[in-house]
Each structure stands twice: as structure tokens, then as C-alpha cells.
């Protein structure tokens, strides 16, 4: 967004400040505002970067389809105009779309931006039978798991932008909610994180978290560089505990679940191919497929 001082001085080329404040006073809330609290002209001319601020954010927010999309400063905050010591100025509070609460604070993310945990059901794309399936799973699951009840996760396969992370984040953010721990980690960051804590001492303890968390989610598995000791090591130990205790894990990939076990493979030999094979058993236990063949409709 053009910084407002920028704006003034494009404008101020066309238009003296009061034919801005002219401008200005048409929009209706300004207006409003501006006669609640009896202004004077000095008043509205010290305060115009206020009242520009103001105005271009409104109309961007008047604009905006979803958080998803959001272009201001602050994400899912509009601002409002207030007096303070007999100035003009702007308050922040949450728009329309913006409905987080303290639940978000269950999440723990890694490697991923914090806009992504905006995404809502009240945004899901339907279009196509692979979104409806996978939002139908989706409700069953936040309707019928429980510690005692569990419930498969779900590994979402499909092409880059297909939404996969999005709808991910959508679940996390409903578990959250829920008042479940959630891991949310981009998988090949979090690779280059274990990697680098092998010698500081840390590893088992960030091996441990992932392993007992109640709800993880994995972004993006098979997008790392290969490493037989995160496979076997790492990996592997991880998702065989959240097997036998049945912990719910989701993942996404660009490759279908099948493909990992080429995927994780260090060369073509058996004994290559048997390690590989051992991952994805253990993610066919913790997961349901499903394929995204279609980007989403913004």
C-alpha cells in the first residue's frame, strides 16, 4: 500500500488541501465523524494523514473477499478514527473477516507464515467432488475424534497451489478450537531445523514434541532433500509413535502418497527401497488420501 504521505503529495499537485478535505468529507463516515466531534478546519488539516489513512484502508477493506487476500498493514485490523488530546486519530480493530480468537494460541508454527492460519471454513472452496469429500471428512472429524475416539488425519496430495496448506490450515485452526496442541511445520524447513540441532543437544527433544503433540501437521513431506538419518532416524520413530498411540496426523505433498517411497529413497537398491517403504506404511496408517487436481476459486 502507497504510504499516505506519498498520496499527499501526488494529490497536492492537483489539489490544494482543502479541495482534499472536500473530497474527503464526502466519504460518509468521515463526515459523520467530523460532526460528532464539531471539528474545526485546523483540526481536519492537521489530521488529513489520518483521515487519507483512513480512507484508502476503508476502501480496500470494502474490496476484500477474505483474509486471505487482505492488503493492509495489519492483517484482519481496520482502522477507526478517534480523537486523542484533541487530535485526530486511528484506532485498529478486527474487520469483518477477522474472527481470531485466544485458540490460536494452541498452534505452534513452524516455518509458516501466521497470515496462513486465517484460512476459515466460511472461505472453502467447494467447487469440485475432491473439495466436497475432503470438507465432508474434514466435519466428521472435528464432529467424532476424541483422545479416546481416534480418527485418521488425512494426506493431501495435488498440484502446487492447489489450496492444500490452506485447507490444512483451516483444520488447525478448527482443532485449535477445540483446545487441542497442534504442530503446524513446513517439512523441509523443519528437515534443515533437526538437521542443524544434531549437535547442540536439542534433537531429542524436538524429536520428542513432534512425536506426543496432539495434532501435527506435516506441510509439504516429500519437498525436502533427502537424508536417510532424518528418514530413519527422525521420521520414521515420529510417525510410529503417533501410530501406536494413535495421534492424529495430517500432511500435504505435491506427490501422491504412493510416490514417497521413491521419494525418500537414497538410490535403487532394495535395501534403499525397504526403508523408503516403512515410511509410507506408517503414513498410510496415520492418513487418508485425497487428491486436489484443481486450484481453488479466489
Same mark, same amino acid.
Given at each position: ?64 473477499? %477474505?483474509? +486471505?487476500?487482505?492488503? $493492509?498493514?495489519?492483517? &484482519?485490523?481496520?482502522?477507526? /478514527?478517534?480523537?486523542?488530546?484533541? =487530535?485526530? @486519530? ?62 485418521? %488425519?488425512? +494426506?493431501?496430495?495435488? $498440484?502446487?497451489?492447489? &489450496?492444500?496448506?490452506?485447507? /490444512?490450515?483451516?483444520?488447525?485452526? =478448527?482443532? @485449535? ?85 521413491? @521419494? ?35
Amino acid at each position: 500500500m502507497k504510504k499516505i504521505n506519498d498520496y499527499l503529495l501526488d494529490k497536492s499537485s492537483k489539489y490544494s488541501p482543502d479541495e482534499i478535505i472536500d473530497r474527503l468529507l464526502e466519504d460518509a463516515i468521515i463526515n459523520r465523524f467530523v460532526l460528532t466531534n464539531d471539528l474545526k478546519h485546523d483540526t481536519i488539516t492537521d489530521g488529513i494523514n489520518q483521515l487519507l489513512t483512513f480512507k484508502e484502508s476503508k476502501d480496500t477493506c470494502n474490496q476484500c473477499q %477474505g483474509l +486471505y487476500e487482505c492488503k $493492509l498493514n495489519y492483517l &484482519g485490523m481496520q482502522p477507526r /478514527l478517534v480523537m486523542y488530546d484533541s =487530535e485526530i @486519530a486511528l484506532d485498529y480493530g478486527k474487520c469483518r473477516y477477522n474472527t481470531s480468537d485466544e485458540s490460536r494460541s494452541k498452534i505452534d508454527a513452524m516455518y509458516v507464515p501466521r497470515k496462513v492460519f486465517n484460512a476459515d471454513f466460511s472461505d472453502f472452496d467447494l467447487i469440485g467432488s475432491s473439495r466436497k469429500e475432503i470438507q465432508k471428512y474434514m466435519l466428521e472429524f472435528l464432529h467424532d475424534y476424541s483422545k479416546t475416539n481416534p480418527k485418521k %488425519g488425512m +494426506y493431501l496430495s495435488g $498440484l502446487f497451489g492447489s &489450496g492444500k496448506t490452506y485447507i /490444512l490450515a483451516a483444520m488447525a485452526n =478448527e482443532l @485449535a478450537k477445540k483446545n487441542f496442541n497442534i504442530i503446524f511445520a513446513y517439512y523441509p524447513d523443519l528437515v534443515r531445523e533437526l538437521k542443524s540441532s544434531i549437535g547442540t543437544g536439542e534433537l531429542e527433544e524436538k524429536i520428542q514434541r513432534l512425536k506426543t503433540v496432539d495434532v501435527l501437521f506435516l506441510d509439504d513431506i516429500g519437498g525436502e532433500t533427502n537424508s536417510a538419518f532424518i528418514r530413519d532416524e527422525v521420521l520414521g520413530p515420529i510417525l510410529q509413535h503417533r501410530v501406536l498411540d494413535e495421534l492424529p496426523t495430517f500432511f500435504s505433498s505435491n506427490i501422491k502418497m504412493r510416490s514417497l517411497i521413491e @521419494a525418500m529413497q537414497i538410490d535403487a537398491s532394495s535395501h534403499e527401497k525397504t526403508k523408503a517403504v516403512r515410511i509410507y506404511e506408517r503414513i498410510h496408517e496415520l492418513a487418508i488420501e485425497f487428491e486436489l487436481t484443481e486450484k481453488p476459486i479466489r
